[in-house]
């Protein structure tokens, strides 16, 4: 005798199969059907780039659907997906979708743990730490020309407004500063020249680097200000999950038979 719950099970499944195939798809164009769960997957899409689900919204996107199939009959038609360069194309498109949804698989089931963000955030202290310079320079192409801004300076010559001869146009305007940054920041003959002077000192002899010829001013040295965890969480977890994507990636490398 059957139960109550399978009587329950059939009648449900008598309904569903008696759903009519408009109530499955969205439309039907040349006998071909674009499946209601289509127009649900980009609904989805543009909902996640800040767009609200709306009738019109639908409407649009049902209208679209159909103007991409009766486009895609037509190139069917043509034989254009038959085409070697055609084909090569899909091919590639399809790698790119299910390598991108492998990749969001595999990070969702080895996700980043806090722990390895926060050790991660201390070790990025650890290299930071140090001073920051504020400096300003004069660029010129030629040693004399340097020299004679020196001789300037040395007669109360006011900097920036030599600096706005400097062949630098970033910082020419700006009276030659350069804001804070590390000593790393700038390449070795310039930081080596600027970490030697004290606050408010300029150098007394051209700093020659592939640019031309510096006449360089130290501001101020202070302590290296490091952005807090919060604040470059996100930047840590994007790092991280990549370091976790190229080890898997190699791993499958690892396994791989490549002829």
Known sequence: MMNLKSA??????????????SAQNVAVVNGKSIPTTRVDAMVKQMVQQGQKDSPEMRSMIKDELINREILAQEADRQGIANRPEIKNQIDLARQSIVIRALAQEFLAKNPVKDEDMKAEYEKFKAQSAGKEYHARHILVEKEDEAKAIIEKLKGGAKFDELAKASKDPGSANQGGDLGWAPADAFVKPFSDAMVGLKGGEFTKAPVQTQFGFHV?????????KLPGFDEVKGQIA????QQKLQTFQQDLRKKAKIQ
């Open 8 to 21: 329950g099970l059939l009648m449900l499944l008598a309904a569903s199969a008696a759903l009519p195939a």
């Open 216 to 224: 360089i001013k130290l501001e101020e040295v202070r302590d290296a």
């Open 238 to 241: 994007e790092s991280l999950q």
